[in-house]
């Protein structure tokens, strides 16, 4: 028989293993702290929606919808219908479904985050991934630029824990959709003009949605885009009143930014305040946080119209600007190691170490390496397995120790090797001992 070909995970699909895994989940711990920090809470949707959900929420004509979607039909049921789905690319069309219909809103505005994998079928590249994932929060029910502002100031309190300090925030008005109309057909005669001068998306997009164009990644058309014509010179005094109390906010609040009359943002649910955090340590792909105004979405879904606004952040990028910055993420490690050295000692120990496990020391239990009867090594081996984990103690658990009704402790790091026995029969007793000092940044 020929051995079975190596099975490999998805193009652009990856394995968070550890130790990577910890910092994972630092960060969402991180994420949680700030999210409650803000009195925001969390949202648990599915990751897979009926299609129509994202090209009626998303947008027709945009990257995404046109060609980024994991879409396939459902098995027919019973009648011989078969739905439509996608994976989702993007977490907001999804919990703003959930919101409309569950009726969140009845008693008023609602913060709200939710963490996640989303899909997207893009050329994987460095911070550029298939199955990626995102952090997002959105606010809705709050139609003031307070809300906007506080958007953006709980993004920068998250790079604030995080240890992030190598971001710019880029903000733009996107106006209301009478304002887009007019800046539309500008942007449309303005494009004609330079018909030569456009790519092939940019031509497909030239009537069906020409802000689009803006959002172009090809370097070919950038000076092109640089000259068109700015929404921003035809927002009316509403759309501008809002824009200037959103940077009164972050003034006061010691935030720069920059405006960036050519951001649009990737979907077409936007309106007024949209904003990016960028930063220079990940090359190209170097928006780490984007998000904005979407006062239309619910309605557009179906829902009772209501205003809202957030962001989504790229885990990955920010993982990777986290490595980039060299910010330290504490490292799992037991606070003990149970080196135990005859069959014997197996339950009691067991037994000990559940006990210790119940008054909140990390404990690792020593196991038998291999198959069979093959046993638990020596104690030589034992040990360096022991240094190996991290832990600061080792448990011995030892046939002397066992007759004596006790267990030895050492001091594995701190201590030069120093040891002490101590009563098997009531553990929590000394389990205060072995407990890391500052219960790091957890
Ligand atoms: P980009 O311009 O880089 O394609 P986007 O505008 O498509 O980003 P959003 O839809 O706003 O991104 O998603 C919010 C964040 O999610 C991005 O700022 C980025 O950090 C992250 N992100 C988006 N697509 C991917 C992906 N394919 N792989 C990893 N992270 C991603
Ligand atoms: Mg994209």
Not at 331 to 342: L, N, Q, R
């Amino acid at each position: 028989m020929s051995k079975p070909h190596q099975i490999t995970a998805i193009k652009g699909m990856n394995d968070i293993l550890p130790p990577d895994s910890a910092r994972w989940e630092w960060l969402e711990h991180v994420v949680r702290r700030v999210m409650a920090a803000h009195a925001y809470r969390n949202v648990r949707t599915p990751i897979m929606e009926l299609t129509q959900l994202f090209t009626r929420g998303l947008g027709e004509v945009t990257d995404i919808v046109e060609k980024e979607m994991y879409s396939f039909q459902d098995r027919q049921d019973k009648h011989g219908d078969a739905d439509h789905l996608s994976l989702r690319p993007e977490g907001t069309a999804g919990l703003v479904r959930a919101v409309a219909e569950h009726n969140l809103l009845y008693d008023g505005g609602k913060r709200l985050y939710y963490l996640g994998p989303m899909f997207r079928r893009e050329r994987p590249q460095r911070g550029r991934y298939r199955q990626f994932h995102q952090v997002g929060a959105e606010a809705l029910g709050f139609g003031g630029p307070e809300v906007d502002a506080e958007m953006i100031l709980l993004a920068v309190a998250l790079w604030r824990e995080l240890g992030i300090t190598n971001w710019r925030l880029e903000l733009n008005s996107l106006g209301q959709p009478d304002e887009r109309r007019q800046h539309r057909a500008a942007l449309i005669a303005y494009f004609e003009q330079h018909q030569e001068q456009l790519d092939e998306d940019a031509r497909r997009r030239l009537h069906s949605n020409p802000l689009r164009i803006l959002d172009t990644k090809n370097p070919a058309m950038q000076a092109l885009v640089e000259g068109a014509p700015k929404l921003i010179d035809y927002l009316g005094e509403a759309s501008q009143k809002h824009f200037a109390a959103v940077q009164a906010i972050l003034q006061a609040s010691g935030i720069e930014w920059r405006i960036n009359p050519r951001l649009v943002r990737g979907l077409d649910y936007y309106n007024l305040t949209v904003f990016e955090f960028i930063t220079e340590s990940l090359g190209a792909q170097g928006t780490i946080c984007g998000g904005g105004r979407y006062d239309y979405l619910i309605e557009q879904i179906g829902g009772k119209p209501a205003p809202a606004v957030g962001w989504a952040l790229g885990v990955e990028r920010v993982l990777e600007l986290l490595r980039e910055e060299g910010v330290q993420v504490p490292e799992p490690a037991p606070d003990a190691y149970a080196v135990i050295t005859g069959a014997d000692a197996v339950a009691p120990a067991m037994r000990c170490l559940q006990a210790l496990r119940a008054q909140g020391v990390a404990v690792q239990m020593h196991a038998a390496p291999g198959a069979g009867d093959a046993g638990m090594g020596s104690m030589k081996s034992q040990f360096k397995r022991a240094d190996a984990s991290g832990a600061r103690y080792a448990l011995i658990f030892g046939a002397d120790e066992l007759a004596a009704g006790e267990v030895t402790v050492k001091a594995l790091r701190d201590g030069g090797g120093a040891q002490v026995r101590q009563p098997l029969a009531d553990p929590a007793a000394w389990a205060g001992s072995l407990k890391s000092p500052a219960d790091s940044k957890h």
